[in-house]
């Protein structure tokens, strides 16, 4: 069964650094998102991607953050310059179509530490 | 303000009955409800989706209902088994206009053999 891919699956920074958390979404899948989980909270939506563009965005995806689909396969989170409180799980997720946006498929996250 | 709020305390229960969680929201009219089942360390698994219009859905042994009026999900897991242990999330969408799912904080069941 084809699955929502995202690698590293644990990130050590330091605080101030930039990184990069990617994601290869499923194949024919054409919605993107980023969530994120801080340890014992719940999860929380960061944006949406479609067509090579932002569709929505929280008010928590600020101007530190960015999404990029590079190639066919990749869609990218950057952190430009992380704090402590970016510590978090940060899960892709992908849907099909507009018109089946509700089943989300996400991947295994990333757990990002900042120090 | 908005809430969405699940039993933040843990379910636990025996094997073979049937276990009942609910997902109460506040201050929403959510035109999509999901339910999500997460294990720790993983990404949310896509259970259910009911739509406004619809009391109930089912799929095997889960079943959810949807009560507008009383702003309320109950996702029920029937002749439960110690692999059903879990953590459950409802997430709402909050209006047709939108993609985005809000999450409740999920409740841990636990089913014990």
């Known amino acids: 069964e084809p699955e929502v891919t995202q690698t590293p699956s644990h990130q050590v920074t330091q605080m101030g650094q930039e990184v990069i958390l990617r994601c290869v979404p499923i194949s024919n899948h054409l919605y993107f998102y980023w969530y994120r989980q801080i340890l014992g909270q719940k999860v929380e939506f960061l944006v949406s991607f479609y067509n090579n563009e932002i569709s929505e965005k929280s008010e928590i995806f600020d101007d530190q953050f960015s999404v990029e689909r590079p190639d066919g396969s990749n869609f990218t989170l950057k952190i430009r310059s992380t704090k402590l409180e970016d510590s978090a799980m940060y899960f892709c997720a992908s849907s099909l179509d507009r018109a089946s946006t509700d089943t989300q498929y996400f991947g295994p996250g990333t757990r990002l530490t900042v120090l | 303000s908005q809430k969405i709020e699940q039993n933040s305390e843990a379910l636990n229960i025996q094997e073979g009955k049937t276990a009942t969680l609910t997902c109460n929201y506040t201050?929403?009219?959510?035109?999509?409800l999901q339910w999500y089942r997460q294990d720790p360390g993983r990404g949310p698994v896509f259970l259910l989706l009911i739509r406004e219009n619809e009391k109930e859905k089912r799929k095997e042994r889960l079943k959810v209902t949807f009560d507008t009026t009383l702003k309320q999900s109950l996702f029920h897991i029937t002749a439960s088994q110690p692999a059903d242990s879990a953590t459950y999330l409802c997430a709402l969408r909050p209006t047709s206009g939108t993609y985005k799912y809000i999450f409740g904080t999920g409740t841990r069941l636990k089913v014990l053999a």
């Open positions: 201050n929403y009219s959510p035109a999509y």
